[in-house]
């Protein structure tokens, strides 16, 4: 199965050194490496921890590439999944010389639809604004140039374009074989070019989403593979919980009740009363937002099922907006075949009342086994209404997707908590798995400083923002390089930047803050500026990768312990304890220490990075389950003297050596 022993292939004199630049063998990838094929070989699921700097993609990409076997990798980002295929896996065939045929497949909503950007360059009413127009242009050149279609491939059109949904298909108005430009969709082409090839890059959302499909009884997607891997796989609970679960808005119903009018009137007109059909749902919507005014009043503008305040009005209005949907969508069946957008009326339709009814349904879980409960909740804000439906656990469906003779190899920087990867395993029902952590090759008590300051109040304290910011601040001041301030909350992110602000008056430095711009253009400012201080909240704890001194301070101001009012953590918790467990040391302690190792892994990219990681919440030294969570870090120097941490990052060199910070951090204790 392997022609070449993987030491041969990883060693001084092999083929990656003889050929990727900057390449240097290290220990714990060869082994890695020797655990995957060994994974290949025996058909077994192989859970792998692997530190920063490993070199994890090599170490899973070589043995796929020489097993000989269909390989899907999948990754936690569309950004890496194009990093994967356009970067890495084309260096590595080179290196090795095989004729490896590869397949990028991302989901339906990626790729420019003939017909629809047809549709739309005749209809003069269709453009929503004057910036769309030059939009529409790029596109319409770009569907004559690309061979893929992938809107990734246009990044003078930003991805959050509007524009893009009404040039791309969904499941429900996709014309399938009946589609006229069906010989030129780039979504055929992909996926047919996904079955034929020997790897196929895929990313955790169109993998779940797949799953979800099967789950349904609805046709396969991705192709069968003998290997399947999952990159930064820390991300899989999350991304299948959404996945597996449903949602549907009020904003839908009204888009499909103004699709099935608009359809009924142009291509039906004397057959329906569809204006009636129509004015009928829109008043049932218009009831239901109101009989659950008082949720937009509760914390979070959400609430379960079981907890809806004046619940009788509002299943009332709920039966009225059901039964107003599913009359518009028997008129639709009666004319689906007439034309294309009736049939596409016809499909959403029918999709929205399936998820309403499926809503309004008890949730197999309310008693019964948690691996087969769900749980539901509504949030109801000024701009939206939205019923969401999740399971209970992923553990059974996830697991169950795997067959018997396919190996899974599941990696990332952080699975284990201290080593125990029993909370990973659990979540996604793969106690059996084979187990595997490999260490950071980067030398962190020389290269880091873990800091938390001593006099700082308890996060629950009214001023404990202010005083974070203000034992913050002298460290910005000693800082040339780059800060990254990563907050628990949305609210914390604005208090923190404004008091940044203030205490940074005197300094031309930029402070930039989540929701300012999208994340990729904050993340491109905040490398180029070299010096700025960028204060972002949950999306930014992860998948940031800024070596060098562009990022020498991270501040993370309370341990991310997930907000109590989640839905589906709620769910959680309530199960784990009437199941006799623990639900803070089982499932929040272990979730939180996870997410904090995600964030502290921001700071040290590189053998030649340095900085001081700062986290401002005390418990994390002073309660006794701290130690769980600082002896999961990477092992920096620590310290809780202020004047420790400046002369670390003061005596840190700017030119990429940590020499000067180990010295700075003499005598400190390593963790």
């Known amino acids: 199965m392997f022609p070449e022993d993987l030491s041969q292939v990883f060693g001084p004199e092999g083929p990656l050194a003889?050929?990727?630049?900057?390449?240097?063998?290290?220990?714990?990838?060869?082994?890695?490496?020797?655990?995957?094929?060994?994974?290949?070989?025996?058909?077994?699921?192989?859970?792998?921890?692997?530190?920063?700097?490993?070199?994890?993609?090599?170490?899973?990409l070589v043995p796929a590439f020489l097993s000989g076997g269909k390989t899907l990798v999948s990754t936690g980002t569309r950004t890496l999944q194009d990093q994967l295929f356009r970067r890495?896996?084309?260096?590595?065939?080179?290196?090795?010389?095989?004729?490896?045929?590869?397949a990028l497949l991302k989901g339906r909503s990626n790729y420019v639809c003939h017909y629809h950007l047809d549709r739309?360059?005749?209809?003069?009413?269709?453009?929503?604004?004057?910036?769309?127009?030059?939009?529409?242009?790029?596109?319409?050149?770009?569907?004559?140039e690309t061979d893929s279609g992938d809107k990734a491939e246009l990044p003078t059109v930003p991805e959050n374009a509007d524009l893009w949904n009404r040039v791309t298909s969904t499941r429900e108005n996709c014309l399938g074989q009946e589609c006229p430009f069906i010989k030129d969709c780039f979504l055929m082409k992909a996926r047919r070019h996904a079955?034929?090839?020997?790897?196929?890059?895929?990313?955790?959302?169109?993998?779940?989403?797949?799953?979800?499909?099967?789950?349904?009884?609805?046709?396969?997607?991705?192709?069968?593979?003998?290997?399947?891997?999952?990159?930064?796989?820390?991300?899989?609970?999350?991304?299948?919980?959404?996945?597996?679960?449903?949602?549907?808005?009020?904003?839908?119903?009204?888009?499909?009740?103004?699709?099935?009018?608009?359809?009924?009137?142009?291509?039906?007109?004397?057959?329906?009363?569809?204006?009636?059909?129509?004015?009928?749902?829109?008043?049932?919507?218009?009831?239901?937002?109101?009989?659950?005014?008082?949720?937009?009043?509760l914390p979070g503008g959400r609430v379960t099922f079981e907890q809806i305040p004046e619940a009788e009005p509002f299943d009332a209005a709920l039966e009225a907006m059901v039964k107003a949907l599913d009359t518009l969508a028997e008129a639709l069946a009666t004319q689906e075949e007439r034309h294309p957008d009736l049939a596409t009326a016809t499909r959403t339709a029918r999709s929205l009342r399936a998820r309403l009814v499926q809503w309004t349904q008890p949730a197999r879980g309310e008693s019964?086994?948690?691996?087969q409960a769900a749980v539901r909740w509504i949030e109801h804000g000024q701009q939206s209404v939205r019923l969401f439906r999740a399971p209970l656990s992923v553990a059974r469906i996830f697991s169950g997707f795997r067959r018997p003779e396919q190996t899974w190899v599941l990696t990332s920087a952080t699975l284990s908590v201290k080593g125990n990867f029993a909370h990973f395993q659990h979540q996604l029902g793969l106690g059996d798995a084979q187990t595997r952590s490999w260490a950071s090759p980067f030398d962190y008590p020389a290269q880091g400083l873990l800091y938390v300051p001593q006099a700082l109040p308890w996060p629950s304290a009214a001023g404990f923002t202010d005083a974070f910011v203000a034992a913050l601040l002298p460290?910005?001041?000693?800082?040339?390089?780059?800060?990254?301030?990563?907050?628990?909350?949305?609210?914390?992110?604005?208090?923190?930047?404004?008091q940044l602000l203030r205490g940074m008056l005197q300094s031309d430095r930029s402070v930039m803050r989540q929701g300012e711009a999208t994340r990729g253009v904050l993340l491109e400012r905040f490398r180029a500026a070299g010096n700025a201080v960028l204060v972002g909240s949950t999306s930014f704890w992860e998948g940031i990768d800024v070596p060098g001194d562009a990022l020498t301070l991270v501040a993370i101001d309370k341990l991310p312990f997930a907000p109590p009012d989640d839905p589906v953590l709620e769910a959680r918790l309530n199960a784990c304890r009437a199941e006799g467990g623990n639900p803070f040391m089982e499932y929040q302690l272990p979730q939180a220490a996870l997410l904090l190792k995600q964030g502290a892994g921001r700071l040290i990219r590189s053998e030649r990075d340095w900085g001081v990681l700062m986290v401002g919440d005390g418990r994390l030294v002073d309660k006794p389950y701290g130690r769980l969570l600082w002896q999961g870090l990477p092992p920096f120097a620590r310290t809780r003297d202020?004047?420790?941490?400046?002369?670390?990052?003061?005596?840190?060199?700017?030119?990429?050596?940590?020499?000067?910070?180990?010295?700075?951090?003499?005598?400190?204790?390593?963790?």
């Open 368 to 371: 019964d086994p948690p691996d």
């Open 88 to 102: 890495d896996i084309p260096r590595l065939r080179e290196a090795l010389a095989l004729p490896v045929d590869v």
């Open 18 to 60: 003889g050929s990727l630049s900057g390449y240097v063998p290290r220990v714990a990838q060869l082994e890695l490496a020797s655990a995957i094929e060994d994974a290949i070989a025996s058909q077994q699921v192989l859970v792998a921890e692997a530190g920063t700097g490993t070199g994890k993609t090599w170490a899973y």
């Open 120 to 144: 739309l360059t005749q209809d003069s009413r269709a453009l929503k604004s004057r910036e769309e127009i030059p939009q529409l242009r790029e596109i319409q050149r770009f569907l004559r």
């Open 195 to 297: 079955q034929e090839a020997d790897v196929v890059v895929v990313n955790h959302a169109l993998f779940m989403a797949d799953l979800a499909l099967r789950e349904e009884g609805i046709a396969d997607l991705l192709p069968e593979t003998q290997l399947v891997v999952f990159d930064e796989a820390h991300q899989l609970p999350e991304t299948a919980t959404r996945f597996l679960g449903q949602s549907v808005s009020l904003h839908q119903i009204l888009d499909c009740m103004r699709l099935a009018e608009a359809a009924g009137l142009a291509h039906a007109r004397e057959t329906v009363h569809w204006s009636d059909l129509c004015r009928v749902l829109e008043s049932s919507v218009r009831e239901f937002r109101l009989a659950g005014a008082a949720i937009s009043q």
């Open 475 to 498: 460290l910005v001041d000693a800082c040339t390089g780059g800060v990254l301030v990563l907050c628990t909350t949305l609210r914390a992110v604005e208090r923190v930047a404004d």
């Open 642 to 671: 202020p004047q420790v941490a400046l002369g670390f990052i003061s005596a840190s060199p700017h030119q990429g050596s940590a020499e000067g910070a180990e010295e700075a951090a003499g005598g400190v204790r390593a963790s």
